[in-house]
């Protein structure tokens, strides 16, 4: 369901889930799960190892560097930002032929063009091999991308929240003057090279998908590729280990596989495709595996879905959607759950007025997961303050209106053990007949795309585009980019655009401001609103209470 600030366990979930399934009941069984951002871990939410006696382990190391692949993406990412201003600026103060003698050193008859370079030219239709036989207008084109600096959408990352790098001036040295220009930073997991990372199959795919990213448009509105600026192989250099996933284990000894990232508010949000098959293979034809999409169903569920299922071919049996008593009554009118503060008596009373008001959240992403043709089960991750009677009513609810099964679940108390309703319940859901569906055809105006997952997911009336995204949904269908997935970037706070309307707002229309196209990643991405892409830190993050043991080298305070 829509979490508060807090989450509600999901993480913690899918490790109770799959220690139930793999210790308890001896099912092969795989956690599939995405990496911690540093943001959140030492902004406000902290880690995402799950927590009590459902955690993956070393939590420490999970929650921190572990192999390394965020920073890979980072220095991915940010080898292609340098080159896109790079280039523009070498393009600028040099001729045509000074900047093709530096682009294709040496002297005559003992120069050659690299491989990216050759399909360079094959992408502009010149069928030469040897640089010394290029005409005039061939070394213009060939030379020259033009870059339209207004048209960039590439943005540098840093796996860090910090607010004042949302927009910046670069170019304001002395040795750069005339080519200022604005900008700014996302957080690394928002980067498109962490959405390819989880779309991809296999090396070359990866390869292949690296080198269509746009990072802009030319004079002409051409799209302006990483493989046109002559970098995608050394990206995929840079990628080449963290493409495979990183193997760890719950506290019972459950296999669990780490790969990509999280922030499915802002990216693509769920565990790599890789990391996926791998799991079923190992688990075999009777076995299960728990893959994990990040925040609300009508975020990380819908996307998992209509993209990642779309590139997998792999099919779900089963959706489990997780809800708590007290995310419930915070939708059904409660005071603000605020992380940092205590929680108000309203969540640690009984309510079932609250409860059963904030029940249509739940509602609307039960009905919202059931388009695709799977069965549906309301997880209720069970705190000590929760009442039999609210338990009670939250079962009745669900089954009314359409879940296959709502079961409790005490994994945080009691590990395994505590998620054992749970894990039968998915073996049943398993069993049953399938029909599955995509929201949307693929063939679909992207304008239609939208806007039917903002009608059947969010309950919205209708899309509104602003001139600005119009103009580039035009241009997008005109550079052959129509037939994609949509990757909406939307609040997680709430169903609608505005964090502050709870429970199923009725009547609102979706304001989509801007739109921009992730074409290595293979999808389009509306954005609704107003979206950091990058979070801030609180008043008092969570790095006030981690330090490290020096005399044990233990991590203090990491949650």
Request: hydrophobic residues 40%; aromatic residues 6%; glycine residues 10%.
């Amino acid at each position: 369901m829509t979490p508060t600030p807090l989450g509600e366990g999901k993480s913690t979930t899918v490790m109770g889930l799959v220690q139930a399934l793999g210790a308890h009941l001896k099912k092969n069984t795989f956690a599939c799960i995405r990496q911690p951002s540093q943001g959140p871990t030492f902004g406000i939410k902290g880690g995402a190892a799950g927590g009590g006696y459902s955690q993956v382990i070393p939590m420490e190391d999970f929650n921190l560097h572990l192999t390394g692949d965020i920073h890979a993406i980072t220095a991915a990412n940010n080898l292609l930002a340098a080159q896109i201003d790079t280039r523009m600026y070498h393009e600028s103060t040099q001729a045509d032929k000074a900047l093709y003698g530096r682009l294709v050193p040496g002297k005559p008859g003992n120069r050659k063009f690299s491989q990216i370079q050759l399909n360079r030219l094959r992408k502009l239709g010149i069928n030469k091999t040897d640089p010394d036989t290029l005409i005039d207008e061939e070394i213009k084109q060939f030379s020259r991308l033009n870059i339209d600096p207004k048209t960039i959408t590439w943005s540098r990352v840093l796996d860090t929240n910090d607010r004042f790098l949302r927009e910046i001036t670069i170019g304001q040295s002395p040795t750069e003057a005339g080519h200022e220009r604005v900008t700014g930073f996302k957080i690394s997991v928002a980067s498109e090279i962490m959405a390819v990372l989880a779309l991809t199959t296999d090396l070359q795919n990866m390869r292949e998908r690296l080198g269509r990213m746009v990072v802009g448009n030319d004079f002409n509105k051409n799209p302006v590729t990483a493989e046109d600026l002559g970098v995608s192989g050394a990206l995929t250099v840079l990628m080449k280990d963290a493409i495979r996933p990183t193997l760890m284990q719950t506290l019972e000894g459950t296999p669990v596989m780490v790969h990509a990232g999280p922030f499915a508010n802002i990216a693509n949000g769920n565990s790599s495709i890789l990391a996926d098959k791998i799991a079923l293979k190992l688990v075999g034809e009777d076995g299960y595996v728990v893959t994990e999409a990040g925040f609300g169903a009508d975020i990380g569920m819908e996307k998992f879905m209509n993209i990642k299922t779309r590139y997998s071919g792999l099919r779900p049996s089963a959706v489990v959607i997780i809800a708590t008593i007290r995310a419930l009554k915070m939708h059904g009118g409660g005071p603000n759950v605020t992380p940092g503060m205590p929680i108000h008596s309203t969540y640690l009373e009984e309510n079932l007025e609250l409860v059963t008001k904030g029940f249509e959240n739940v509602k609307q992403q039960i009905q919202g997961a059931r388009k695709f043709g799977i069965p549906v089960i309301v997880c209720l991750n069970k705190f000590k303050h929760d009442t039999d009677k609210e338990i009670e009513l939250i079962r009745t609810l669900c089954l009314e209106n359409g879940a296959f099964d709502a079961v409790t679940s005490e994994h945080w108390a009691k590990g395994g053990a505590g998620a054992l309703e749970l894990a039968k319940s998915i073996i049943q859901a398993s069993t049953q007949t399938t029909d599955f569906k995509f929201l949307y055809d693929l063939s679909l105006p992207l304008e239609e795309k939208i806007r039917i997952i903002a009608r059947e997911i969010y309950g919205a009336d209708d899309i509104q585009l602003s001139e600005l995204a119009k103009a580039k949904i035009k241009l997008y269908m005109k550079q052959g980019f129509n037939d994609l997935p949509i990757c909406i970037a939307k609040t997680h706070l709430s169903l609608s655009h505005d964090p502050t309307l709870k429970g199923a707002p009725k009547g609102f229309i979706l304001p989509i401001s801007d739109v921009s196209a992730s074409i290595g990643a293979g999808f389009i991405v509306p954005l609704v609103g107003s979206m950091a892409t990058i979070p801030g830190l609180p008043t008092r993050p969570c790095f006030f209470d981690v330090d490290l043991n020096p005399e044990t080298e233990v991590v203090e305070g990491l949650f």
